[in-house]
Structures are given as structure tokens and as C-alpha cells.
């Protein structure tokens, strides 16, 4: 019987050391696929962060972009803005010359008018003179003819 008890402690004795064998096994292979999952965590986690940077700088880098057109844009309607504010000024400069030329040529016109009548009426007066002049040589040549006759 102690053999057989023997026996069975050795197949006990046996039996837990292939159990534990095989336990400390699993929990190598368990430390190990813990290990792995680990590393790979960290690697997707690494990923993670240099995509987020990736994508920060891709957004920073459009914003950049956006920021120098928006820049270059107000530097162009400033620079549209002084050259309109030039033009009005060149339009309002132009406009009082025209203003000043209106009022000139009125007055050229008002004394054109002046004239006109002056040299209307100079017309009438020398179209009056001659006849004046037409009836005084019309008397002077019945004079003359009568004192051709008297003097006969």
C-alpha cells in the first residue's frame, strides 16, 4: 500500500509539475502576448501622436497659407483704396477745372453777345450812313447838274 501511495504521490507530484510546467508556459505566453500588445499600443499610440502632428501641421500650414492671401489681399485693397482715393481727387480737380471753363465760356459768350449787338448795331448805323451818304450825293449831283444849267 505505501507503494501505491508511492506511486500516486509521484503521479500527483508528477501531474503538478507537468501543471505547473505547463501554467508557467501559458504565463510566459500570456507576459509575452501582453508584451506584444503593449508594443503594438505603443506603436498605434506613436501613430496617433504623428498623424495628430501631421494634421496640425497640414492645418497650421493651410491656415499660413490662408493668413498670406488674406494679407495680400488687404495689401491690395489698401493699394486699390489709395488709388481710388487718388482718382477722386484727380476727378474733383478735374471737375472744378471743368467748372471754371463752364463759367469762362459763358462769360465768352456773354461778351460774344455784347459784340454781336455792337457790331449789329455798327451795321445798322454804317448801313444808315450810307444811305445818308447815297442821298447826300444824290442832292450834290442835283446841285452840280442845276448849276451846270444856271451856269450855261
Known amino acids: 500500500m505505501q507503494e501505491s501511495q508511492d506511486q500516486a504521490t ?6 503538478l509539475g507537468d501543471a505547473q510546467t505547463r501554467l508557467a508556459q501559458k504565463e510566459a ?11 503594438e499600443a505603443e506603436q498605434l499610440r506613436c501613430r496617433v501622436e504623428q498623424e495628430s502632428r501631421d494634421t496640425h501641421q497640414v492645418e497650421a500650414n493651410a491656415l499660413r497659407e490662408q493668413l498670406a492671401q488674406l494679407e495680400k489681399s488687404v495689401e491690395q485693397e489698401m493699394a486699390l483704396n489709395v488709388e481710388l482715393q487718388q482718382r477722386q481727387t484727380e476727378q474733383e480737380k478735374l471737375l472744378a477745372q471743368r467748372d471754371d471753363v463752364s463759367s469762362q465760356l459763358q462769360e465768352v459768350n456773354r ?3 455784347r459784340l454781336l449787338e455792337q457790331l449789329t ?16 450825293r ?14 450855261h
Do not use: I, P, V
Open 29 to 39: 505566453e500570456l507576459r509575452k502576448a501582453a508584451e506584444n500588445h503593449a508594443s
Open 111 to 113: 461778351a460774344n453777345s
Open 121 to 136: 448795331e455798327l451795321g445798322q448805323e454804317k448801313d444808315k450812313l450810307q444811305q445818308e451818304l447815297e442821298e447826300t
Open 138 to 151: 444824290k442832292t450834290a449831283d442835283k446841285r452840280k447838274a442845276m448849276l451846270g444849267r444856271a451856269g
Open 10 to 15: 509521484d503521479e500527483y507530484a508528477r501531474a
